[in-house]
């Protein structure tokens, strides 16, 4: 069993960043691709960037693209999520989890994650 649990979220203005991180516990995250996704309320869970176990490719949704980058540190057995540019519509609770499955890709969609955390929430204002 994987505990992750994320922090690093806030409020912040718009044009701000934050950095999010996801604290592994009970296993090592070193063989895991790790993702974010991200929840607006009235929305459904979506997918917003992740990486693989060795950090070597990362992927990302277009809406975050050149703007948001996923890292993890496996000497940490840590994930992050770094923000720039923030935008109000970037406002939601985010997640991260971690795919032992498919670790050495960049999964995208919720089912190839075996692991989630309880989320952070993120508000973007104007």
């Known amino acids: 069993q994987v505990q992750l649990v994320e922090s690093g979220g806030g409020s912040v203005q718009a044009g701000g960043s934050l950095r999010l991180s996801c604290a592994a516990s009970?296993?090592?995250?070193?063989?895991?691709?790790m993702g974010w996704f991200r929840q607006a309320p009235g929305k459904e869970r979506e997918f917003v960037g992740s990486i693989t176990w060795s950090g070597g490719s990362t992927a990302y949704a277009d809406s975050v693209k050149g703007r948001f980058a996923v890292s993890k540190d496996n000497a940490k057995n840590t994930a992050y999520l770094l923000m720039n540019s923030l935008k109000p519509e970037d406002t939601a609770v985010y997640y991260c989890?971690?795919?032992?499955?498919?670790?050495?890709?960049?999964?995208?969609?919720?089912?190839?994650?075996?692991?989630w955390g309880q989320g952070t929430q993120v508000t973007v204002s104007s």
């Open positions: 009970g296993r090592t995250i070193n063989n895991y691709a």
């Open positions: 989890a971690g795919s032992g499955s498919w670790y050495f890709t960049t999964p995208t969609r919720m089912h190839e994650y075996d692991y």
